[in-house]
């Protein structure tokens, strides 16, 4: 079964910066899409972004230009690189597969302060 372990998330104020880190057990060489998903309190989850084994990336509308995903296949690692972060970033944020398997990670909290 995949384990998926994410960390990086924090409190920071508005216009800051975090990275995520996701390592995923088994490797990711095999799965052709992973993605970061975030839930924030009272609302479904949503896919902020995506990136296949050939580094196509999407993003949702609402993070592009300031998130950046990537994967590390030799590391089985996926990241997520968010910069300019607002206050509607706040969120715990998980990665998966795209499309998601059936487990999932513990999450990491991201808040950000205005």
């Known amino acids: 079964q995949v384990r998926l372990v994410e960390s990086g998330g924090g409190l920071v104020q508005a216009g800051g910066s975090l990275r995520l880190s996701c390592v995923v057990s088994?490797?990711?060489?095999?799965?052709?899409?992973m993605g970061w998903y975030r839930q924030a309190p009272g609302k479904q989850r949503e896919l902020v972004a995506s990136v296949t084994t050939g580094g196509s990336e999407n993003y949702l509308d609402s993070v592009k230009g300031r998130f950046t995903i990537s994967r590390d296949n030799a590391k089985s690692t996926v990241y997520l690189q968010m910069n300019s972060l607002k206050p509607e970033d706040t969120a715990v944020y998980y990665c998966?597969?795209?499309?998601?398997?059936?487990?999932w990670g513990q999450g990491t909290q991201v808040t950000v302060s205005s």
């Open positions: 998966n597969g795209n499309p998601h398997f059936g487990s």
């Open positions: 088994g490797g990711i060489f095999r799965i052709p899409g």
